[in-house]
């Protein structure tokens, strides 16, 4: 029976994926994951293994072929206001200002503009780029336009915040500052995320549990709980206990990998 917190509930989760002639290739296979609201659950696993797939089901973007997916207590039968989206390519209009963009989405919805100037300016504060909100992203470092995708997608208040690898096209300093500046928006939003990434200390720093999936068809192999006090400042990197569990969660993908014959 689903908990009276629960914001994502999936429970026997299949997708196939047809590859020609009546045949298909398995892609997930008996998903249940459930997750609390307010909650940031980060999905990590071998490349392949359906962790963006399973992000878009929850979106509405991708269809299913077995099980439930309910969102907010109600079946996912595609997208809605209640989630939103950041990507790993940042996908901004790169015809409209910094304003413009986080603009876009509220114009889409019909908010006044009060309302919405008001909204773009609570949200531009929030990550650092009111000064630069008259910008066009052409003229923004790769981690500004990140900020930007953010500060997009919690315009909308969506309830779910899903990030498909937000950080993995940005070089390793800039995406630490970033994961910290993530942690305290998420701290003043308190929304909850659904996270894709392939970096096993990046997925221990922000989460409160970590969904290691199997190699493909992708199954839940296992979930770690992170028991990392909040706010996670940058001292949390260097306990004992962030390392063990980073070590453990890369231990436990490490054994899932297939080698090739022949390779050590």
Known sequence: MTQPDTIID?????????????????????????????????????????KTTLLKIINGLVPYDGGSVRVNGKECDGPGPDRAMVFQSFALLPWRTVEGNVMFGLESRGIPSKEAHSIVDHYLAMVGLDAFRDHYPGQLSGGMQQRVGIARALAVDPSILL????????????????????????????????????AMDEAVFLSDRVVILSPRPGRIHEIVEVDLPRPRTDAIRGMPRFTELTQYVWDVLRGMIVREPGLV
């Open 10 to 50: 999936i429970a026997g989760l299949v997708k196939r994926y047809p590859t020609g002639r009546g045949r298909s290739t398995l892609a997930l296979d008996q998903i249940d994951l459930r997750a609390r609201d307010g909650e940031f659950i980060s999905l990590i696993g071998p490349s392949g293994c359906g």
């Open 163 to 198: 990030m498909d690898e937000p950080f993995g096209a940005l070089d390793a300093q800039t995406r630490t500052l970033l994961q910290s500046d993530l942690e305290r928006i998420w701290s003043e939003s308190r929304k909850s995320v659904v996270f894709v990434t392939h």
